[in-house]
């Protein structure tokens, strides 16, 4: 039982790139998450998928799109990057039937130059 | 507007010490209040969760309080251990309604515990 896992741990692009997280997890957990974390702020939500087939705007969507692919896995696209998204990602998942606990991702630290 | 403020930013003590973590916010309607522990480069993992009718809840060497009169709510961490270098985060649940993308997180205590 792996928890939640994502990919990859660490990237740095250049202004204007694209990407895309992954982040899947393994406990049948309906509801997943995108935060970000930086400097002196705690996290910020930026999309959330509350089932299969179902995303949210979070509170700080902007230049971000998300894909909720199946129940496991819920992807985080970058498709213009810029150097005010250097940041870490986190993904999170939530079972919406046993408890309020989110379980956490290891983060993915990227880089925007 | 709903926040979440926690103090001090950061706290240095020796190995073997107690140390008291405070959190205070202004979230309304409050559903619960959680703390999470975050080491260096991972991610965050719960200790605690407590709802409004719970004062205390202990998890090992953790005890967490919280009185929903004056919103706030501590950490207490006994016998400090070098493994308790971490940032500690504050986290309370906007009773909205549904279970989605309602978490106020406050910006975290960095502990440092020295030998």
């Known amino acids: 039982n792996a928890g939640v896992t994502q990919t990859p741990k660490f990237q740095v692009l250049k202004t204007g790139q694209s990407m895309t997280l992954q982040c899947a997890q393994d406990?049948?957990?309906?509801?997943m998450y995108w935060y970000r974390q930086d400097p002196g702020m705690g996290l910020r939500l930026i999309y959330y998928s509350a089932s299969e087939g179902t995303t949210d705007k979070g509170e700080v969507p902007n230049g971000y799109n998300v894909s909720r692919l199946n129940k496991r896995e819920f992807s985080l696209r970058l498709e213009s990057a810029a150097p005010s998204q250097t940041s870490v990602y986190f993904c999170a998942s939530r079972s919406s039937v046993l408890s309020y606990e989110q379980y956490f991702g290891p983060g993915t630290r990227l880089t925007v130059t | 507007k709903n926040q979440v403020e926690q103090s001090p930013q950061s706290l240095i003590i020796l190995e073997g010490k107690n140390c008291t973590l405070q959190c205070n916010y202004t979230v309304s309607p409050f559903s619960n209040l959680r703390w999470y522990k975050q080491d260096t480069g991972r991610g965050p993992v719960s200790l605690t969760i407590m709802t409004f009718s719970e004062n205390t809840k202990s998890n090992g060497r953790y005890t967490a309080t919280l009185d929903a009169d004056t919103k706030q709510s501590s950490l207490h961490i006994t016998a400090s251990q070098l493994s308790d270098s971490a940032s500690y985060i504050c986290?309370?649940?906007?009773?909205?309604?549904?279970?989605?993308?309602?978490?106020?997180f406050g910006k975290g205590t960095k502990l440092s515990v020295k030998p």
């Open positions: 986290v309370v649940r906007v009773n909205y309604g549904g279970s989605q993308g309602n978490l106020i």
């Open positions: 406990m049948n957990h309906n509801s």
